[in-house]
């Protein structure tokens, strides 16, 4: 199939964006990943006007949906390159961008770093035994499917890079931490997710419908706002 393929592309983190259109005989079984890997293995490609394509710099690590590292804007929507055939593309166009709602650092790549600084800055993690019964293990076992591909994030009206606002990338994974806590050794998670976290979301849930993992996005910030904000022992461990 002829797929006319538009890569917004963008030299280094300070330089202009500008956009390459390349039209390609694809296969409709391929995902973008493998179309990817496929351009980057042709190194006199070039585009519509003549121009040499070079490499495309993008990020994969699993290519099975596991890692969340291949996130990008495919025709608009943040999807995972590794998880998206080209076959719904037929005799459309193929456009491929950056995610927005972070730094560019060169092509489709993105410095998504904030969300590692926002898990730190809630204090996510457990310096005392967990508590752990089988409700509890079931939802963190949903939680721990987070890719950090920060897809929510792109979607969410609320969520910027240099806010305080920290979004589903952030409450999902303290909800399993929330969820292994004694009362007593909660420290200052809740406090911190009652600032960050709770104080900013409009529960339109734009990010569960999104989420390339399928997580139960709402049952987490439930649970989380019982324990956190409502001062109730985590509903899923009762
Ligand atoms: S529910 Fe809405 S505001 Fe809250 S994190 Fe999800 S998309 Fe953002
Ligand atoms: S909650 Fe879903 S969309 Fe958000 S970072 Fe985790 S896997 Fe990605
Ligand atoms: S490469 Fe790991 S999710 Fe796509």
């Known amino acids: 199939m002829k797929l006319i393929i538009e890569i917004l592309r963008q030299k280094d983190r300070t330089s202009e964006p500008y956009r390459q259109t390349i039209a390609y005989e694809a296969l409709p079984d391929d995902t973008v990943a493998t179309l990817l890997n496929k351009l980057n293995a042709e190194p006199a490609l070039t585009d519509t006007v003549g121009a040499p394509v070079g490499t495309i710099h993008w990020q994969c ?37 950056p995610l927005r709602k972070f730094p560019t650092v060169r092509d489709l790549i ?3 770093s904030v969300m590692m600084d926002n898990l730190r800055a809630i204090g996510n993690w457990l310096e005392q035994p967990a508590v752990q019964t089988e409700k509890a293990a079931q939802l963190c076992y949903d939680a ?9 994030l792109e979607v969410c009206p609320n969520f910027t890079a240099d806010g305080s606002f920290y979004g589903a990338a952030a409450f999902v994974p303290a ?5 292994q806590l004694k009362k007593e050794n909660r420290q ?18 734009s990010c569960q419908d999104i989420c390339p993992a399928g997580i139960d996005v709402e049952q987490k910030l439930v649970n ?14 009762q």
């Open 188 to 205: 200052n998670l809740p406090q911190n997710y009652r600032k960050n976290i709770y104080s900013g979301c409009g529960k339109s849930l």
């Open 175 to 179: 909800s399993k931490v929330l969820s």
């Open 224 to 237: 989380s706002n019982a324990v956190a904000v409502w001062k109730r022992f985590f509903k899923a461990s």
């Open 144 to 152: 721990s499917r987070c890719l950090q591909c920060g897809c929510c």
């Open 110 to 112: 993105v410095d998504r």
């Open 61 to 97: 690590s699993c290519l099975q949906k596991k890692c969340g590292a291949c996130a990008m804007r495919i025709n608009g929507t943040p999807r995972l390159a590794c998880d998206t055939k080209l076959g719904e593309f037929i005799k459309g166009r193929l456009c491929l961008e």
